[in-house]
């Protein structure tokens, strides 16, 4: 009887979270679609396009991780459009309020999508950030369209590492079979891992993320999901970092140990990967025009956990001559 009090206390204890985070879960700012062509079938893309009061003329378009949307980007979004930047953030087709058809994913494709994107909006120019497997869609945006790119900034980007050649393959199928077992408590557990020491307010993000498998619905929501990891583990860009020539800004919480399919690795195997201390100082070796800031004590995403440092840091590089 206890049992089941119990199991019946914690489900409405996320049941509440869950709803009261969903009442407010709306992005801090309005989203609009742009309709793409993929693969013969309609598709929309959601984004925010935010514009400053007083405006310095620049863009800045800001890329989202793997288990993230624009949602988490509403802080920095401030801080910029307050400093007189144009924002732009994309949700990539696949995640947050955009379609999440059965295609091939690819990066090749994320970034010609957001290139279409900036070409509808008339922008020429931006300076790009990108957090996460956004770090990895930065670098082969940069690749693809180096003359848009004035300054490239990476925050804990992954893809520093070839997982493929070290972590197990497994399908497609068993990735989504291993998915539909999401639940608001599983990826709390998860997000976990991404920060030294977790704080209430931090189960938003975990609410965005749950919130978006619902779109359409959980099941074609959680299919994208599983195509996309096998997009990370089949398409490294860490062989090509030498090739970027746009200023980079690499910025680098020294806590994280993230590595894409870490739960298919043993403990000894774990500890010699997702070193990002050794892995940011990799990757400021690789570019030529690039500055580390390197954040002791800080996780994988510095602009949630220590946004007045990172505030400091992007504003610093993107104002620098």
Do not use: C
């Not at 700012?29 to 062509?37: K, W």
């Not at 801080?79 to 696949?94: I, K, S």
């Not at 997009?231 to 490294?236: C, T």
């Amino acid at each position: 009887m206890q049992m089941m009090k119990k199991i019946f206390l914690t489900a409405l204890f996320y049941f509440l979270v869950f709803s009261a985070f969903t009442q407010t879960l709306q992005y801090a700012y309005p989203v609009h679609f742009l309709t793409l062509d993929i693969e013969q079938q309609t598709v929309k893309m959601a984004y925010m396009d935010v514009n400053p009061s007083n405006s310095n003329g620049k863009t800045v378009v800001l890329l989202h991780g793997k288990n993230f949307n624009g949602y988490y980007w509403k802080g920095v979004i401030a801080f910029l459009t307050a400093a007189g930047y144009r924002v732009v953030v994309p949700d990539q087709v696949g995640w947050g309020q955009s379609d999440k058809p059965n295609i091939h994913y690819s990066f090749h494709l994320l970034a010609a999508n957001t290139k279409k994107l900036l070409d509808t909006l008339g922008i020429t120019k931006i300076d790009l950030v990108g957090h996460s497997m956004g770090g990895m869609l930065a670098t082969r945006f940069t690749l693809m369209y180096p003359a848009i790119v004035e300054k490239l900034i990476y925050e804990n980007p992954i893809g520093l590492e070839d997982y493929k050649t070290f972590v197990p393959y497994h399908s497609t199928e068993v990735q989504y079979a291993n998915e539909l077992k999401a639940s608001f408590e599983s990826l709390k557990k998860y997000q976990q891992g991404y920060y030294p020491q977790w704080k209430p307010e931090y189960d938003q993000y975990v609410a965005a993320q749950f919130e978006a498998l619902q779109i359409p619905d959980f099941k074609q929501a959680t299919w994208a999901s599983a195509l996309t990891y096998q997009m990370i583990y089949e398409q490294p860009v860490v062989y090509e970092f030498k090739k970027i020539k746009s200023p980079t800004l690499i910025i680098i919480g020294q806590a994280d140990r993230t590595i894409v399919g870490k739960n298919l690795l043993s403990k000894k195997e774990q500890a010699q990967h997702g070193q990002y201390p050794q892995l940011g100082k990799m990757l400021h070796q690789q570019i030529e025009h690039s500055k580390l800031i390197e954040l002791k004590g800080v996780g994988h995403i510095p602009h949630i956990q220590v946004p007045g440092v990172f505030k400091k840091a992007l504003l610093q590089f993107l104002q620098k001559d």
